[in-house]
Nanobody
Framework: HVQLVESGGGLVQPGGSLRLSCAAS????????MGWFRQSPGKEREGVAA????????YYADSVKGRFTISQDNAKNTVYLQMNSLKPEDTAMYYC?????????????????????WGQGTQVTVS
């Protein structure tokens, strides 16, 4: 059974931090790209960060570079998103995505259509 379960969202003040977790079933965790996306009302879902679980290579959107860190725990089939220096514009529903393709030329992508599985989302509000 393929499953992605997010946790860790909440309300935080500007400048604060949160850590999101995404527990994945083994089928979609092993040697694939896992990503974090976010979507706020009226906007398209955008890629935030991705990681290739086979080697730990990481990829970030420009808007979060230097503030967000994606990491993994292979023993737990879990991917994390550490979010620091949060801004009001980071407010969104955050989704974990799995089974993205890793390419030799581009690594892990941050485009929604590249990922086959999605979690239910966890709300992050910065206010």
């Amino acid at each position: 059974h393929v499953q992605l379960v997010e946790s860790g969202g909440g309300l935080v003040q500007p400048g604060g931090s949160l850590r999101l977790s995404c527990a994945a079933s083994g089928d979609i965790y092993s040697s694939n790209c896992m990503g974090w996306f976010r979507q706020s009302p009226g906007k398209e879902r955008e890629g935030v960060a991705a990681i290739y679980t086979g080697a730990g290579s990481t990829y970030y959107a420009d808007s979060v570079k230097g503030r967000f860190t994606i990491s993994q725990d292979n023993a737990k089939n879990t991917v994390y998103l550490q979010m620091n220096s949060l801004k009001p514009e980071d407010t969104a529903m955050y989704y974990c995505a799995g089974d993205g393709p890793f390419t030799g030329g581009g690594g892990c992508g941050l485009r929604r259509w590249e990922y086959n599985y999605w979690g239910q989302g966890t709300q992050v509000t910065v206010s």
